[in-house]
């Protein structure tokens, strides 16, 4: 039997470790094990009034805090029976754009790309290419700024509120970015290009994809829950079909379909389900790819996520062009007992938030349910399906496979718990 | 006389238990010290990661103050200098909480000019990083100790 382990798997966050059993050359046994401790935030909510939620789930993770603000958000003031729409929802937009802009940067070059290119590390990467890792750690620099310039800070922007913004952002040090962001743009065009030169080792999968969907722009925050195999539910109704359940080896929840199937969230899935909703010039380097839609090899998910930041620098571009801030910031909330659930595109996938509220805006229940959660069993079938190239490689090799295929994913383990080491054992 | 451009930035997680002492430190000093951070640029930031690197640029100096996993007591100040937080090995370069150490690397390979500046980390060891945990009493009793840690560097540099 070959096995196959990564006690600490690189470059993705949180700890855990991967355990892959071969046998006549297939997967026997294969466990993401999670082993960090559960990190206990619904529970922490329980009784926190509800302007507090924002700002305590931001801090689930110090890379997609906008993700958890806005679902928590959106959630509680559906609880409210409130829509923020017009110019606090365009700025919410733009939020967003940065936290895609910097989390994309990131992953595609400093994560992901030194598996493409044979270097160990992004440390490595930057000793034999300085100048593509300070590009990207120039176009990563873009999206905090526009973090910073909307919520006050980099990383966990503390703007946003239950019923819009604690207050306008002045529209100068937004329009201050622009040149920066045009620069950027242009950047991402040639990101989207080079990433379709990228050697990405061969594996393609019969996915169900699941996104939020939009008709008239791409979905980040409003609209439906569209899967690739025909199901399109409100967002009320996320969790009639889409089951968390806890499994032996792992501290994180995995996620199924009610049908016990697995799926797929993330830039993949998004750019599947709504390449027709991209901006104009991202649609334009989607087309000059000449990729056939959909992407069913989950190491190419660096190219959604390169036409997607083509998509984000160019959004925010135009957002920033519309800003014209008007009227009372925020709703004046009136306090009621409610449910509500909300959700939202992480860039790792979407994330499904449902809360409880008292009369006095107190949180009663909380249920959190975050992308990786949805993805891991997804990876574990991925692995399985990788399993008979795997016993062909050397153990290096094949070692390096499965890591760069989890990492591919973008797990972030500190969102579904924390993360991830990697075992393949060989049982002939 | 030339100036010097100063940072001291404290560095933590405000709603990880211990991870927050190296704010708290700063604070503390800023408190204690007003008119020596009147002279110094003066940061706290939660998860800087890369960001570090942007925070660093056009300074001569930075007192970094941080909390740290160490086999010390909890409370337990080190003060270490540049050379020291170069032999750190970079850990598993998480993918999003790029540590100090794993930052500072990649930031003398694209910037050979960052090995002038004059780095001091300034590390409270803390044992307790768990969800939403006040400071535990001995890294909370150690905080005095910090700021007095912080003044005196600062000192050393206007």
């Known amino acids: 039997m070959k096995t196959i382990e990564v006690p600490a798997l690189a470059r993705v966050e949180g700890e855990g470790g991967l355990y892959i059993g071969i ?7 294969i466990r993401l094990d999670i082993y960090e401790p559960p990190r206990f935030f619904e529970g922490f909510l329980v009784d926190r009034y509800l302007q507090e939620v924002p700002d305590i789930t931001a801090r689930i993770c110090g ?23 017009g110019q606090g929802y365009a700025l919410r937009r733009l939020l967003y754009c940065g936290e895609y802009i910097e989390s994309h940067a990131l992953h595609i070059y400093l994560l992901q790309a030194p598996d493409l290119l044979g270097a160990p590390s992004a ?22 700024d526009l973090l910073k310039a909307i919520g006050g800070r980099s990383v966990h922007p503390v703007n946003a509120c239950v019923g819009g913004w604690y207050r306008w952002p002045d529209a100068a040090p937004l329009q201050a970015l622009l040149p920066e962001l045009e ?20 594996l393609e999968i019969d996915y169900e994809f699941v996104a939020i969907h939009h008709p008239q722009e791409y979905g980040l925050m409003h609209g439906e829950v569209w899967s690739s195999r025909g199901s399109k539910l409100p967002v009320q109704e996320y969790e009639t079909r889409y089951i968390e359940e806890h499994v032996k080896h792992s501290n994180a929840l995995h996620s199924h379909t009610k049908e016990g199937g697995h799926y797929i969230v ?77 959700m939202s595109e992480a860039p790792r996938g979407l994330l499904y938030h449902r ?3 008292d009369g006095n805006g107190r949180v009663q229940f909380a249920k959190i349910t975050p992308p990786t959660a949805q993805n891991l069993p997804r990876i574990e079938e991925d692995l399985a399906a990788l399993a008979p190239q795997l016993v062909k490689m050397e153990q290096e090799q094949a070692t390096l496979t499965a890591e760069h295929l989890v990492r591919s994913y973008d797990p972030c383990i500190s969102c579904a718990t924390h993360f991830l080491k990697l075992k393949i054992e060989n049982k002939d | 006389m030339i100036r010097m451009n100063i940072l001291v930035l404290g560095i933590g997680q405000s709603l990880r238990g211990d991870d927050a002492a190296g704010l708290e430190a700063v604070r503390r000093w800023q408190t204690l010290h007003p008119a020596t951070a009147a002279r110094v640029r003066v ?88 969800m939403g945990a006040e400071l535990r009493p001995e890294v909370r009793a150690a905080l005095d100790k910090a700021a007095e840690a912080i003044e005196r560097k600062v000192n050393t540099l206007l």
Request: hydrophobic share 45%; charged share 20%; with cysteine.
């Open chain 1, 23 to 29: 046998q006549d050359g297939k997967a026997v046994e």
């Open chain 1, 63 to 85: 890379i997609c805090p906008v993700a958890y603000q806005m679902s928590s958000i959106l959630a509680l003031e559906s609880a409210l029976g409130i829509q923020v729409d």
């Open chain 1, 123 to 144: 440390l490595d990467l930057a000793a034999v290419a300085p100048d593509v890792v300070k590009n990207a750690l120039r176009m990563k620099k873009v999206g905090n």
């Open chain 1, 183 to 202: 620069w950027a743009l242009e950047a991402a065009r040639e990101t989207a290009r080079w990433s379709l030169t990228l050697p990405y080792p061969e």
């Open chain 1, 266 to 342: 993330g830039p993949l899935a998004r750019l599947n389900l709504n390449h027709e909703q991209l901006m104009p010039e991202a649609r334009k380097a989607l087309k000059a790819a000449r990729i056939k839609l959909p992407i069913t090899n989950p190491y190419k998910s660096l190219i959604a996520r390169a036409i997607e930041l083509v998509h984000f620098y160019e959004e925010a571009i135009a957002l920033i062009k519309a800003y014209r801030p008007a009227g009372p910031a925020h709703a004046t909330l009136e306090l009621k007992p409610g449910e509500g659930c909300g």
């Open chain 1, 355 to 357: 809360y409880k509220i």
């Open chain 2, 43 to 130: 940061e706290v930031t939660e998860l800087p990661g890369l960001g570090l690197l942007d925070l660093l640029k056009g300074m001569d100096a930075a007192v970094l103050v941080d909390a740290v996993r160490s086999e010390q007591p909890a409370g337990t100040l080190l003060v270490l200098g540049q050379d020291d937080l170069a032999a750190f090995t970079p850990g598993s370069g998480s993918a999003h909480g790029w540590g100090a150490a794993e930052t500072l690397a990649l930031g003398r390979r694209l910037n050979p000019s960052l090995a002038d500046l004059r780095l001091t980390l300034i590390g409270i060891a803390g044992t307790d990083f768990s």
